[in-house]
């Protein structure tokens, strides 16, 4: 894989993006690692969807700097799929950049993908929707991924079952992910190291089991205490 200096895959430096006058991103700077998970929490209009598609080169900073080493690739919120395309023509639009068209590599590792192939993405359910963007991200043959909102709209045991798809990846391919979670407890959960982004900025930051014990934390993102 090919990383920045000092292994690190992603490196955001006091990025700042704005909407015509409305500042989305107000000097955030954030690193991830070469094989880490990290999380990236935060309310509603926070700033999460900005950094995400500012890592993936679709929104453009004001100041400060991207840089994303390794190939990246980005399953967006909502999943953005295409409903009246096929699930494995929706898995073949996620392998353009990289020509790959054989879509075995991802079966293998979501072999539920490969009994809705023929099916129209449009008529799945929520969590087999979110499964499709996971596989078509996963077509680019990521080092990087980014998920914008894995749980949303999902019920819990369809995420547990994404999420260990994704902390499988992580463990045998050193698979780098930044998760965007609103949901505090999956993220602290599957994620060793977090960042809370609050109206644009970072307003916390370290290892998950600290945050979790931070009482602002804790009372703003997990309903209270977890002692
Ligand atoms: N395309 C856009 N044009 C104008 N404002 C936007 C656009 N996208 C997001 N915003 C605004 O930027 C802020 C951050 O939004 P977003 O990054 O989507 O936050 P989050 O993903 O944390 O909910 C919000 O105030 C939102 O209304
Ligand atoms: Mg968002």
């Avoid at 993908?113 to 991200?137: I, K, P, T, W």
């Avoid at 505090?184 to 959960?189: D, N």
């Avoid at 009482?215 to 209270?224: C, D, F, K, S």
Wanted: net charge negative; proline share 4%.
């Amino acid at each position: 894989m090919t990383s920045l200096r000092d292994g690190r895959v992603i490196v955001v430096e006091d990025l700042v993006v704005a909407y015509g006058t409305a500042v989305a991103l107000d000097h955030v700077t954030l690193q991830v690692g070469a094989g880490e998970m990290v999380a990236l929490l935060g309310p509603n209009g926070a700033g999460k969807s900005t950094l995400a598609n500012a890592l993936a080169g679709l929104v453009e900073p004001a100041s400060g700097t991207v840089r994303v080493g390794g190939r990246a690739a980005l399953i967006p919120e909502g999943r953005q799929l295409f409903p009246d395309l096929s699930v494995a023509d929706n898995l073949a639009l996620g392998g353009w950049r990289s020509g790959e068209r054989d879509p075995s590599a991802v079966y293998d590792v979501l072999p539920r993908l490969a009994e809705l192939a023929g099916r129209r993405a449009g008529v799945l359910s929520g969590g087999e929707q979110q499964m499709v963007a996971f596989g078509r991200a996963l077509m680019s043959r990521p080092s990087v991924l980014v998920v914008d909102e894995l749980s949303l709209g999902l019920a819990p045991g369809v995420t547990a079952d994404l999420a260990a798809h994704l902390a499988g990846l992580n463990r045998s391919r050193g698979l780098t992910v930044l998760l965007i979670e609103q949901n505090a407890r999956l993220a602290f959960e599957l994620c060793p190291r977090a960042y809370v982004l609050e109206a644009g900025r970072v307003v916390a930051e370290g290892e998950s089991a600290e945050l979790a014990g931070d009482p602002r934390v804790a009372g703003a993102y997990l309903g209270g205490s977890v002692a």
